[in-house]
């Protein structure tokens, strides 16, 4: 497994983090009024080229097949290909595909594994792929929920197959749950998924108690947020739920599902983070990743369909990618009883007590 990335005294700068940003990810056109249009990609491109002195850049490349049968069975390739065939087509109510669907899918799938080896190999301190369509929802037969590759789960596995790493911990705080991801590793004892995520909402999965199957139980840990959560409750959640089952967990790297659709504006959701609660979110993912990994610290971009909540969230995560020193764990106070961030504690406790010690503890 690759060191951690390091300055020597005769380096005058440190690396930098590695953004992966492109113009043909604009090529996935939706149809009229859709909430996953290329715009996204413009007010995150805003975001970027505020930075862009401070990051290191790559191109992407399409996935290849191998990459892509380690998640989806070939059936699934040959469905998109020929729907792109058709298109424009509609693969169910939400997800769609237009003449060059599959070819920025590829890239989008490619981005995240590539973003991927270069941080658990020491070339990059961490990074954002700033691709779409996004790939959560996908499971391993099925496009959904604007998905067509599971991007993510596609990097983590060439991680693991490759031998770059053997842990991998999987955040999703997008604000709706990752189904496709969860299925993908529920039964994988190295891959730890843990996701926050508005609940009851599309679509319809991530309750506490979906904790993972036979070797894999313990390895999925969700947390079911009510509507109306804010930056208390998420910063609550980051530092008395995900960090110690991270800290359990040990993983070689950290992908993260980076979905901006809590953000106050989303029209999509009804949560209410702030940019600076997206920067605190960072901040301790950051820490985490330096405390356990070396720092190996990779974000996807997942939802996100305000551009004010898009260029936010991204400055944000850039920030707290490029601080230096890095920002440690914040402190907090307890959480009252008869609180939202009690009960999301007590429903993890009720699941997980005996896997992962001092759940709710600072």
Avoid: K
């Avoid at 590539?114 to 070339?123: E, F, I, M």
Wanted: charged share 25%.
């Amino acid at each position: 497994m690759a060191e951690a990335p390091s300055t020597s005294p005769e380096t005058s700068n440190p690396p930098r983090p590695l953004v992966v940003e492109d113009p043909r990810y604009q090529d996935h056109q939706p149809p009229g009024g859709h909430p996953e249009r290329p715009e996204r990609l413009v007010a995150v491109g805003r975001a970027i080229a505020e930075r862009e002195s401070e990051l290191a850049r790559q191109a992407p490349r399409p996935a290849d097949d191998e990459e892509l049968l380690r998640v989806h069975p070939a059936a699934h390739l040959s469905n998109i290909t020929e729907a792109v065939r058709r298109a424009p087509a509609q693969l169910d109510a939400d997800t769609y595909v237009s003449p060059a669907s599959l070819e920025v899918a590829r890239l989008a799938a490619g981005a995240s594994v590539d973003l991927a080896r270069a941080v658990a190999q020491g070339d990059a301190p961490s990074g954002l792929a700033a691709v779409r369509p996004p790939g959560h929802h996908a499971e391993a037969d099925r496009a959904m929920g604007f998905c067509l590759f599971n991007n993510v789960a596609v990097a983590a596995r060439a991680l693991q197959r490759e031998e770059r790493a053997e842990r991998v911990l999987i955040l999703d705080w997008d604000v709706h749950h990752g189904n496709g991801t969860q299925h993908s590793f529920e039964e994988d004892r190295d891959v730890l998924y843990f996701s926050t995520h508005q609940y009851p909402y599309y679509p319809g999965t991530g309750a506490f108690h979906e904790a993972g199957r036979g070797a894999g139980v313990g390895s999925t840990v969700n947390v079911p947020m009510p509507p109306g959560c804010g930056d208390g409750e998420y910063i609550g959640v980051a530092r008395r739920i995900l960090a110690p089952v991270a800290r359990g967990f040990r993983p070689d790297v950290i992908l993260v599902s980076c979905g901006f659709d809590a953000h106050a504006v989303d029209p999509l959701a009804s949560m209410d983070l702030s940019g600076e609660g997206f920067l605190a979110l960072a901040r301790i993912v950051r820490a985490l990743a330096n405390d356990l990994c070396g720092g190996r610290l990779a974000l996807v971009l997942e939802g996100g369909y305000a551009a004010e909540g898009l260029e936010e969230g991204t400055g944000a995560v850039l920030e707290a990618l490029l601080e230096s020193p890095p920002a440690a764990l914040p402190d907090g106070a307890a959480p009252d009883p008869g609180t939202t961030l009690r009960a999301l504690i007590e429903g993890c406790r009720a699941v997980h007590a005996g896997r992962f010690e001092d759940l709710g503890a600072l």
